[in-house]
């Protein structure tokens, strides 16, 4: 594997375990009494959405939706498309997206809006990465891992070609 482009750990697994935690905690508390449906992004959230429901201690039902990515390139394409959409009715429930990172804004801003017209009880967002200077629409992010520069990130599920998913901690390509 070409390692040799990754750069060092910005921040470790433990880290993000610990993160999760307390964020798992916070959703307990904020969702008390209530049932929640957690909807995983594919494929960058996978890692995330693991440590996030194994805190939440809640009735809840998981799901996934795919959505098109940067594919090889490092730029969005501001175009959003639904590649896997969702297999469970959402329908009067409170919804929490799980996302790997939120850059432009314009994936959840789409995302979000696509899930209120299902009539959810609610819809949050709960991303491992927030990249502020990235953002180009306006979007509220309700719970957020940890704030990133505007560097490509990979690993932890996020992927430069489909490739750095793996690496157990998250980093950023070099130019
Ligand atoms: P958006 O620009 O719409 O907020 O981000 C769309 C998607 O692009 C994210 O969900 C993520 O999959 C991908 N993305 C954005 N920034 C990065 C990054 O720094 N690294 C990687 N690997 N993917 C990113
Ligand atoms: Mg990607
Ligand atoms: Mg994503």
Not at 1 to 20: C, F, K, L, P, S
Not at 38 to 50: D, E, Q
Not at 80 to 107: A, F, P, R, Y
Not at 136 to 147: C, M
Request: hydrophobic share 40%.
């Amino acid at each position: 594997m070409a390692r040799d482009v990754v750069g060092e750990i910005m921040i470790t697994q433990e880290q993000i375990n610990e993160r999760a935690r307390q964020i798992g905690a916070q959703i307990t508390e904020d969702y008390k009494g209530e049932e929640v449906v957690l909807i995983g992004i594919l494929r960058g959230a996978v890692l995330w959405m693991g440590d996030i429901m194994k805190n939440v201690d809640l009735d809840m039902i998981i799901d996934f939706m795919a959505v098109s990515s940067y594919g090889a390139s490092t730029k969005s394409s501001g175009v959003v498309k639904i590649i896997k959409d969702l297999d469970s009715d959402i329908e009067g429930k409170h919804v929490i997206i799980v996302e790997d990172i939120v850059d432009s804004g314009t994936t959840l801003n789409y995302l979000k809006h696509y899930l209120q017209n299902r009539n959810t009880k609610s819809v949050r967002i709960c991303t491992l990465l927030n990249k502020p200077e990235g953002r180009r629409v306006d979007i509220d992010v309700d719970y957020i891992g940890f704030e990133v520069e505007d560097k490509f990130i990979v690993g932890y599920g996020l992927d430069f070609d489909q490739r750095y998913r793996n690496l157990p901690y998250i980093s950023f390509l070099k130019d």
